[in-house]
C-alpha cells in the first residue's frame, strides 16, 4: 500500500563456483537477485559467464538453506543459539586440548571460503588451538601440482597469466575438460585453436575439445607419466630441446636423458595404448612450436603418482624452454574450485604457514609468532586423510568442517562417515545439510558466496574482490564471523577484525602478497600474485630472471612410471574415472538447488556402447557399479566419448553414491586420492 518497490541495487563481485574467477555484477532488489551479469571489464572472463556463474543464484532462496545453528542432542539436531553452539564448541575444544592435547583438535578449511577466512581459520588453529592440523580440500585436487610446480620452479602456481596462453601457437591440455568445468576458459582456448593454434589433447575421453585437436592422446588412465615421458623422449631424440636454456638455466639433464632411454614412442604404446605414431607427432608440434603452452587439470593429479605427473609435464617445457622465457607459456594448472589457490595461499595447509613458508622452519616460525604474538608448532599437522585415520582410531577428539562435504566428496566415502561417527565432536559450517552437516554434532549456518565480503585467488593467481549482495539468510553468518565467535567463546583474540584487516595482517607476513590489500583490489580490480610492492603490478608472468628454488634453476625429474594403485582383474574388468559435468558444480549442494536441475538432473554412466551390449544396457537404464570399496547406482548412458573398457561419471548427486566407489589410495607425496583409477563392474538394476 504505497511502499516504493526496492531499486536495483548492483554488487561487483567474483564467481563462487570454479577457478576461472569470473567477475559478475549481481543485480538485486531487496533480498531478490534479479539477474547475474558477467563483467565486460572482468579481466579473465571479458563479459562472458557460464551457465552456472550466471544462472545458478535459486539456491540463496531455497527453503532448505540453514538459518539457524543446530546443536545434537539425544541424537537428533536441534535448532539452538549461537551462544548456546559456540559455547558447546569452545567447551569441546578446551575438554578435547585438556584430554589429548592440541593434536587433538582439527580442522577442514575450505576453497569455497574466501582467503580472509582461510587465514583466520589457520591462524586460530595455529594460536589459539597450538596445532598445524589444518588442511583443505586442494589436498583432494592440486596438492600434487602445489607439489611437483614448487619442486620444478620454485612456487605453487601456474607458471603464467592466462592471457598469455592464450597467445600460444601449440597448446597441449592434459587431463582437463575445460569446455564443461571451467566454460569460459575452455571458450578462450577454442578460440585461439579456431584462430589457427595447433592443438594436442591428452585425455582418456573423447571430450569436446578432443574434436579440435590435431593429435588426441589418449592414454589407459594411471598411464600420464609414461605418456610425458614418451613425448620427452622424442623432444630430445629430435632435436627439439633447448640446448642453451638446459644449459644455462635447468639441472637435472642427465639423469632425465639417460631415464628417457627406458620411454621410446614403442614402449611408451605398449604402456600407455597411445600409439607410437601419435606420441611422435604430438611432441613434434609441441616441439616444433613457437610459442608452446600446457594447460592441465586433475587428470594429471588425482593419480597416486599425481606429483610425478605434474613433474613429468613441467619436464616438457623445460626441455623446450618454454618457462620464464616469454618463448612460451609453461606449465599451467586449471584449478576447480574457486577459491583453491588462496586457501593455501593463506597457509591452510598442515606443513605451510600463509605464502608457503614451511612450519619446520623456524625462521619462517618465529617471524609469524612475532606477529601473531603466539608460539606456532613446529612439527606438521594431520593432511584430511590422516584426520580422518586419527579419527578412527580415537586420536581425534575435534573435527571442524569448513564448508565441505566430505561424505559425498571424499574418496571412500564409507569410511569418511565412520570416522565422523567415531569422533566426539564435529561441527560443521554449512550453507545447506549436507551429508557431512547431517553427521556432524554442531551445524553453524554460514553465509554462501554471495553474501561474504574477502577476496578469492584465481587459477592464475589472481586477487580479486568478493563483495557480499545480500545479507545471510535468517540467522546464518560469513565463516569470517563464525571463527571469531568460537574464539570470542574460548575467550582468545584473534586480531583481524574485519576481512580487509585480516588480508593486511597477511600482507604483511608474506612478501609475495605485501602489495595487495582490499583497499588496492577495489581501486585496480585484480593483482596477480607475487605482488611485493603496492605501487607496482604484480607479476603475471613467473621466473624471468630466475626461477625460486634455492638454486635459481628449473628443476628436470627422473621419475620413473609406476602403474596406478587399483587395475582391473577379472572381477572388476573396468576402470572408471570421475569428474565434472557443464551445469553442476561439485557436491551440486548448490547447483542441483537451481534450474539448472532441469538441465542435468542425475549422475549418469557414461560406458561405451560395446560395454552396454555386453551387459545387456540400454540408454536410460538403472546400473548397480560395484568397486573394491563400495556401491553406486545410476543411469546406464551410452556414449562414444568414452573408451570400450572405461566408464565415466560425476559425483554430483551423493545420493547415487559414486565415491563409496573410489579407494583411499593416495598421491605417494601429497596423499592426493586416485579418484581418476577405480577398477569396477556392472550389472543391471532392474535385474535385481
Ligand atoms: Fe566463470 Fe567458472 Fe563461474 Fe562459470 S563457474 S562463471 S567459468 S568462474
Known sequence: SGARPAELARTRTTCGYCGVGCALDVLTRGEEVVAVVPAHDGPVNRGHACVKGRFAHGFRTSPERLTRPLLRRGG?????????????????????????????????????????????????????????????????????????????????????????????????????????????????????????????????????????????????????????????????????????????????????????????????????????????????????????????????????????????????????????????????????????????DMGALPDLLPGYQRVTDRAARERAARLWRAEIPAEPGLRIPQMFAAARAGDLRVLWIVGEDVCATDPDTTRVAEALETCPLVVCNEVFLSETARRADVVLPAASWLEKDGTFVNFDRRFQRVRPALDPPGRARADFAIIHGVADALGAALGCPTPAAALAECAALVPLFAGISHERLDREGAVCWPAPHRDRPGEARLYRERFATPDGLAHLAACPYLPPGESPDDHYPLVMVTGRRWAHYNSGSMTRRTRNLRLDADDRLDLHPDDAARHGLLDGDPVIVESRHGRARLTARTSREVAPGQVFCAFHFPASGVNTLTSDLGDTVTSCPEYKVTAVRLRSAASG
Open 76 to 344: 537428533v539436531l536441534e535448532p539452538v543459539t549461537w551462544a548456546e553452539a559456540l559455547g558447546h564448541v569452545a567447551r569441546g575444544i578446551r575438554s578435547a586440548v585438556a584430554a589429548g592435547g592440541p593434536d587433538a583438535v582439527a580442522a577442514i578449511s575450505s576453497a569455497r571460503a574466501t582467503n580472509e577466512e582461510n587465514y583466520l581459520l589457520q591462524k586460530f588453529l595455529r594460536t589459539v588451538v597450538g596445532t598445524n592440523n589444518v588442511d583443505n580440500c586442494s589436498r583432494l585436487c592440486h596438492a600434487p601440482s602445489a607439489a611437483g610446480l614448487t619442486a620444478a620452479f620454485g612456487l605453487s602456481g601456474g607458471t603464467d597469466s592466462f592471457d598469455d596462453v592464450e597467445r600460444a601457437d601449440c597448446l597441449l591440455v592434459v587431463g582437463a575438460n575445460p569446455v564443461e568445468a571451467h566454460p569460459v576458459v575452455g571458450a578462450r582456448l577454442l578460440q585461439r585453436v579456431l584462430r589457427g593454434a595447433r592443438l594436442v589433447v591428452a585425455d582418456p575421453r573423447a571430450i569436446g575439445l578432443a574434436h579440435h585437436a590435431d593429435v588426441h592422446l589418449r592414454p589407459r588412465p594411471g598411464t600420464n607419466v609414461a605418456l610425458f615421458h614418451g613425448l620427452a623422449h622424442v623432444l630430445l631424440a629430435e632435436g627439439l630441446a633447448d640446448g642453451e636454456f638446459l644449459r644455462r638455466r635447468a639441472t637435472g639433464l642427465p639423469e632425465l636423458a639417460a631415464l628417457l632411454t627406458d620411454y621410446p614412442p614403442d614402449r611408451v604404446a605398449a604402456i600407455t595404448g597411445v600409439p607410437a605414431g601419435d606420441v611422435v607427432a604430438a611432441a613434434r608440434l609441441y616441439g616444433q612450436a613457437g610459442r608452446p603452452a600446457i594447460v592441465y587439470g586433475l587428470g594429471v593429479t588425482e593419480h597416486l603418482h599425481g606429483t610425478d605427473g605434474v613433474r613429468a609435464l613441467a619436464n616438457l617445457a623445460i626441455l623446450r624452454g618454454a618457462v620464464g622465457t616469454g618463448r612460451g607459456f609453461g606449465v599451467n594448472p586449471l584449478r576447480g574450485q574457486n577459491n583453491v589457490q588462496g586457501a593455501s
